[in-house]
């Protein structure tokens, strides 16, 4: 598996050893042993996710104040801009964001540890979206962040993306609330 570090200590770029044939292709998308020789971490993850969304859809920035969780992200079908923002105020990159291309052809996936807002935004016709996560969901601590907010100035690749109610109304970055 290749490893590419992004700019936000924690979030790797991870691409599998895909083995193709005439007959289709073949590669391991988790590992329990390799995940955490990667990450330095010994990771459990509790639940996992799939989300379909059509063209232009955008979901996010969400994250968990409490329960916080880490996500092991992947496309299955189609395409989507990714994009993690730190919120660890004592993290020297806080307030920033990385963002990764992940496609069902490209076959990456984005680890996003605990402490960061997660969102994605469909760049294709539709996608299949798959995440692991590392605490279960509790909506009574999800926090959304406006995904247009002018602070982060977030380079999305899609202009006039389709979001629902509570993603078009989330919180400012400086309002929001963080991570020690």
């Keep these: 598996m290749n490893v590419i570090k992004t700019p936000l200590e924690g979030c790797l770029v991870l691409e599998p050893r895909v ?103 469909v760049t294709g016709d539709h996608a299949d979206f798959l995440y692991k996560t590392t605490n279960y969901y509790a909506p009574q601590h999800e926090r959304t962040i406006a995904w247009d907010d002018a602070t982060l100035a977030i380079t999305w690749p899609i202009n006039d993306p389709v979001v629902n109610a509570k993603d078009a109304t989330g919180t400012s970055f400086v309002a929001a609330e963080t991570y020690a």
């Design 19 to 121: 083995f193709t044939d005439e007959r289709g292709h073949f590669f391991e998308s988790f590992n329990a042993k390799r995940f955490d020789e990667i990450t330095g971490t010994s990771t459990q993850f509790l639940q996992d996710n799939h989300s379909q969304s059509k063209a232009k859809v955008l979901r996010g920035l969400h994250y968990q104040i409490e329960q916080a969780q880490g996500k092991l992200v992947r496309v299955v079908s189609g395409a989507v801009w990714d994009v993690a923002v730190d919120l660890r105020r004592s993290s020297p990159t806080f307030g920033q964001w990385t963002g990764v291309e992940l496609s069902a052809d490209n076959k990456r996936m984005f680890w996003v540890p605990a402490g960061f807002a997660h969102g994605f935004v």
